[in-house]
């Protein structure tokens, strides 16, 4: 998974949200999150790859910013992300 500060690699021209991908999305304090979008209890939400964390519930706040595609630690190790099926 990811860790805090890594380098991700983001088509801000891919917004179309599909369960299952990785996007990267602002906050309404600004805050940048790359998570899932999928379903909990009804609704889309973020979801987190780390399980301890809960899923956030998608409002009009929330602004998708691209599809990641990579991410790196380091900013030279790329890994592609892949897409996972909702569970």
Known sequence: ???DGSYVLVDSHDILTDRGHVFAFEL???ALVVKRLQLFQGRMALHSDNQS???V???AGIRNRGRVYAASPDGHNWQP???RLPQ
Do not use: A, I
Request: hydrophobic share 25%; glycine share 14%; proline share 13%.
């Open 1 to 3: 998974g990811l860790t």
């Open 28 to 30: 309404e304090d600004g």
């Open 53 to 55: 964390l809960p899923p």
């Open 57 to 59: 519930q998608v409002h």
């Open 81 to 83: 992300l892949r897409y």
